[in-house]
Structure formats: C-alpha cells, structure tokens
C-alpha cells in the first residue's frame, strides 16, 4: 500500500465532492475555487501535485496548481502537443503514466526540483471544447486506478464548467469595458487628441496598468512618448525618447506590422525598462492618413493576461487613435489657415491703402524733382544736378517698390490680368542687360542666346522677371563680378517647347537652409549676403508668379560658396489655360 503522503489530511472521494460543492455554492472568486478543487483532489488521491494547464493558441499555460515547485529554470508553459499533458490535450482522453522514468512521452517544462514518477492526466472538455488539462502527479511510480481516474474526470468536469463560467463572464465584461472605451474615445477634444484621459481608456479597456503610444514626429530622429500607468504615482509621462530605447516598438513603426507577445519569457522583450516586469505585450501601428506615425501598446504582468482577441481590439483602437490625431491635426491647421488668412487679409488690405496713398505723391515728387533737375542742368549747376539725379533715383526706386506691392495684392487676389502677344525674347533678354549693365556699373553681363527665340507671353510682364533676376544677381555679386545669362530650347518640335533662361552670379550663393524661403513674401536674405542693398523681398515672389501665370516656372539651383543660378521656363505656345 502507498504512503500516505504526510502534508495532507486524507480524505475520501465523498468529504472531497462535499468541500468542492460547498465552495461552489458559496461564489467564491474563481482562483479560491481552483485551489480548494486542487487541494480536494490532492488529498483524495494522496498526490504530490495537482495543476491545472489551460489551453492557449500554441501552448498549455499553467494556471492554478497545489503542491507543485517549478524550479529556478522552469517554464509556466509548455507545447500543446508535449509531454503526458500535451497527450491528453491533443486525444481528448485520459493519459496513465506508471513509471516516467522510463516514459519517452514525459517532458518537465517545470524543471522539479523533486522528480515525479507517476501521473494522470483528465482533458478538461466542456461541450466539446478543449480547456484545458487536470494532472495529478505521485512521487513513486504507482498506477492510477480507474476509480481514482473517474473521480478526477468528475472534478475536471467541475473545473471546466466553473473556468468556462468565469470566461463568459469576463469576455462580457471585456466587451462592455471595449464599447465603454470606444465611445469615450469619439468625445475626445479635438484640440487635445492624445492625453491622459485618452491612454486610460485604453487601460481601463484592456483591464490593465500600463499602456502607452509612440509617435514619431517629422523630422525627428527619435519618438514623443507617452505613457499611463495607474500604479505610478506620476500616472502619465510626457516626454521624448530616442529609437533605441523602445526595443520591438520602433520595428512596428518602421515595418507598419503588429507585435503580438501575449506571454513572454525573460529577455523575449528585450532590456528595455518601459517593459521592466511586463509578462506580456501587444503593439500595433497607428496610420495617421495611411502613414505610420506611431505605436499604440498595452504591457501585462500576467503571462496569460493577453489574448487574439486583445490584439484584434487594439487595432481597432489605434484606428480611432489614428483618426483622433488626423482630426486634431487637421483641427490645428484650419485654426493656423484661419489665422494666416485673417492676416493676410489684414495685411493686404494694409498693403493696398498704403500703395494707392502713396504712389500718387511719390510720383507727383518724382515729376517736380524731373522739372527742377531740368531747369539745373540749363543752369550748368552741377552742384544741384547730382543732388536732384540721386532724388529722381530714389523717387523712381519707391515707384518701382509701390508696384510690386501692387503687383503683390493683384497676384494674391487673382486679379493680375496678362497682355498676350508674340516677341523675340532674345532681343528682350540683351536689351534689359544692357540696361541693367549700365546701371550697375561695376558689373558685366554677359548674354549667350540660341538666335531668335519668339514666344507667346506678356512681354511687359517677361521683361518685370528678368529685370528682377539681373537686379537680383548683380545686387549679390561682389564688384567687378560677372553675371551670365543663358537662353536655351528644350522640347524643340513638341507641344510642349519651352526656353529656359539661366541667370547665374559668383556671389556667396544661397545656404540650404534659406532656399525653400526665397520665394515666399517678403522673405529678406541674410543681411550679410547683400551687403545692405535689400528691398522687399517680393521680386522672386513676383518672378515666380509671373512665370507660373503663363505656364512655366522659376526655381533656384545653388551651393553655399559657389554662386546661384536663377532658371526660368516658358512655354513657347504661352499659357496653356489661356482661352
């Protein structure tokens, strides 16, 4: 006869049943009610251990046991298909194992310390569905009877319909705490899409502690974090992290794929101390506007705390995540468009009194100081000649500086109206280098053109461009410079025949960082580069503009140290919205 083993209290099968059955009328908490039909059965069959394994998608997770010691390397899992247990689970029958020293079938994934020779294992099956695995264990090698079998199936039975219980009530409360979180999300404010009411939503849908998102800001190298953890006394952490310290998360931003670890062993999260203590993690890509900006997680303590199912709602929650940042982004920028526009609206209304009021007594100075430079030069008062010369300069620059703000509000209104016609444009390109070579003085242009180059565009308007352009490269240049311009073909005998005028200067060319601005509205240029000579800055604007009315456009090539070069391209047919 078998020892009885010294740290029960035998009992039999009938005061086992009666404990059982007393406890389940007593609803206790499913963990009580697990160990007491544990410990029954325990003591009823004089085991060593009795465990219950549960059924994952791939594994047999340990979930309650009495008696049994896993061993500093153990393992709280193992296969589906492996050992005794895995046996049982994949027959759906009872498995009897008399002598395990000697059975190839068994594997200890919980590394005893103490070994067992003997066990019984019960599939735990409720309408027709796999659970689980009940096992019972005995130090010496001993044969299970089929009594001792039947009342161990009648007590997996009764684990089965208590475990299927507390898992129908908790999927119904996942699913109410899941809707919970779904319409809380939609409330969100607009202006404040990701917060810590946000995250602990998702906490409190996914039943724990800690969750968080990664969200990866344009042209940053790292990620801007933020964390809720219910059980930190500082619940939600704003803050910037680098890629490196966010282990698999940074994968799931850089390949849009989810991660799924439900139960992790240690180091399968990495060294990462967001995970420090997390048996368990799920990830998924947040699309902001079918582009991955970010990664939504939720971390578990339990290794079995996490599910499919748990995977499937995050994503869905990420979604709403997604369209919570798009809305609060696209909120953001109606408010900065609302607030442009009501300056623009402001400054060009500004723009429009000021110009009107001031070119009719600019020009009416301009005309005096025309008649008093006239009278002074048939005096031969060469005095008064330069000094009235110098304020006719001046009068004509503030002219031409009131009407380019026009030329400004027109362009910006839609109003500029263009004069159509056909002219030799490189007759019009040597005669406003001269012009301009003239004037400057100090500098030489020189001119290459391909012969006749007849276009279909407003030549006054033309003329405005490259007028800007030559200004613009001898104002840069250092003195005794020389500016080229070049006028080529491109598309010769398409539809699509275009010429391409380059203006180039050996000035200190333009830093990468100042070219996407040098066609915006009064954009200045650094005042070291123009050496004190700076206008408006509507000249490119308007260049650009201009271009674009008739179909072509204006962009810059250039490297700081190495001069810049201006390029113009107009269609030879002209506009080609032109009815």
């Known amino acids: 006869?078998?020892?009885?083993?010294?740290?029960?209290?035998?009992?039999?099968?009938?005061?086992?049943?009666?404990?059982?059955?007393?406890?389940?009328?007593?609803?206790?908490?499913?963990?009580?009610?697990?160990?007491?039909?544990?410990?029954?059965?325990?003591?009823?069959?004089?085991?060593?251990?009795?465990?219950?394994?549960?059924?994952?998608?791939?594994?047999?997770?340990?979930?309650?046991?009495?008696?049994?010691?896993?061993?500093?390397?153990?393992?709280?899992?193992?296969?589906?298909?492996?050992?005794?247990?895995?046996?049982?689970?994949?027959?759906?029958?009872?498995?009897?194992?008399?002598?395990?020293?000697?059975?190839?079938?068994?594997?200890?994934?919980f590394r005893r310390s103490e070994p067992v020779r003997s066990m019984l294992a019960v599939p735990l099956i409720l309408r027709g569905v796999l659970l689980g695995v009940l096992v019972s264990t005995r130090r010496e090698p001993s044969r299970f009877a089929d009594v001792e079998r039947w009342w161990l199936e009648i007590f997996g039975g009764l684990i089965a319909s208590v475990i299927a219980s507390d898992q129908a009530y908790r999927s119904q409360e996942r699913r109410a705490r899941q809707a919970e979180t779904l319409l809380a999300l939609s409330s969100i404010e607009d202006d404040h899409p990701i917060s810590a009411s946000t995250l602990s939503e998702v906490a409190r849908a996914f039943g724990h502690h800690r969750c968080g998102i990664l969200l990866a800001e344009d042209g940053q190298t790292g990620f801007r974090f933020l964390r809720y953890d219910r059980e930190s006394s500082d619940s939600f952490?704003?803050?910037?992290?680098?890629?490196?310290?966010?282990?698999?998360?940074?994968e799931v931003i850089r390949t849009g794929h989810p991660l799924a670890v439900p139960t992790a062993r240690d180091g399968q999260l990495g060294d990462v101390p967001l995970f420090a203590g997390a048996r368990g993690l799920v990830a998924t890509p947040v699309q902001v506007s079918g582009r991955t900006r970010g990664a939504l997680y939720v971390l578990s303590d339990d290794p079995d705390g996490l599910d499919n199912e748990d995977v499937a709602f995050l994503a869905l929650v990420a979604a709403r995540i997604g369209l919570l940042i798009e809305k609060g982004e696209?909120?953001?920028?109606?408010?900065?468009?609302?607030?442009?526009?009501?300056?623009?609206?402001?400054?060009?209304?500004?723009?429009?009194?000021?110009?009107?009021?001031?070119?009719?007594?600019?020009?009416?100075?301009?005309?005096?100081?025309?008649?008093?430079?006239?009278?002074?030069?048939?005096?031969?008062?060469?005095?008064?000649?330069?000094?009235?010369?110098?304020?006719?300069?001046?009068?004509?620059?503030?002219l031409a500086m009131i009407e380019q703000l026009l030329d400004s509000r027109r362009l910006e209104a839609g109003l500029l109206a263009l004069e159509i016609g056909h002219f030799d444009l490189s007759d019009l390109v040597r005669r406003v280098a001269h012009d301009v070579e003239l004037t400057a003085r100090s500098h030489k242009i020189s001119v290459e053109t391909p012969g006749r180059a007849t276009i279909r565009a407003d030549r006054r308007r033309i003329e405005e461009v490259v007028t800007n352009l030559l200004d613009n490269a001898v104002k840069y240049s250092p003195p005794g410079g020389t500016v080229r311009?070049?006028?080529?073909?491109?598309?010769?005998?398409?539809?699509?025949?275009?010429?391409?005028?380059?203006?180039?200067?050996?000035?200190?060319?333009?830093?990468?960082?100042?070219?996407p601005h040098l066609f915006e509205r009064f954009?200045?240029?650094?005042?070291?580069?123009?050496?004190?000579?700076?206008?408006?800055?509507l000249g490119l604007y308007i260049s650009r503009e201009l271009a674009r009315r008739h179909g072509g456009d204006v962009w810059l090539e250039s490297e700081r140290g190495r001069g810049a070069t201006f390029l113009v391209r107009l269609p030879v047919n002209g506009p080609p919205n032109l009815e």
């Open 1 to 109: 006869m078998r020892p009885l083993n010294p740290t029960l209290e035998r009992v039999t099968a009938g005061e086992a049943l009666d404990r059982v059955v007393h406890t389940l009328t007593e609803r206790r908490p499913l963990d009580e009610v697990l160990t007491e039909i544990l410990s029954q059965s325990r003591a009823m069959l004089d085991a060593a251990e009795t465990y219950v394994l549960l059924r994952t998608e791939r594994h047999l997770a340990l979930r309650a046991s009495n008696g049994l010691t896993i061993g500093p390397d153990g393992r709280r899992e193992l296969a589906v298909d492996d050992g005794i247990e895995g046996l049982a689970a994949t027959t759906g029958h009872a498995v009897i194992a008399t002598d395990l020293a000697h059975d190839s079938r068994h594997a200890d994934p």
């Open 237 to 250: 952490v704003e803050t910037d992290v680098a890629t490196d310290s966010v282990g698999p998360l940074a």
């Open 330 to 398: 696209l909120y953001q920028r109606q408010r900065e468009i609302e607030r442009q526009q009501a300056q623009t609206e402001a400054r060009q209304e500004f723009l429009g009194i000021v110009s009107h009021e001031l070119k009719t007594p600019v020009a009416v100075m301009r005309a005096y100081t025309e008649l008093l430079l006239r009278r002074a030069e048939k005096a031969g008062k060469s005095g008064e000649v330069d000094v009235l010369r110098r304020m006719s300069d001046q009068a004509e620059r503030m």
């Open 485 to 515: 311009v070049r006028l080529r073909r491109e598309g010769a005998g398409t539809p699509r025949e275009s010429v391409i005028l380059s203006v180039s200067d050996d000035g200190p060319g333009v830093d990468t960082r100042d070219q």
């Open 523 to 537: 954009y200045q240029a650094p005042g070291r580069l123009h050496r004190g000579h700076a206008g408006l800055g």
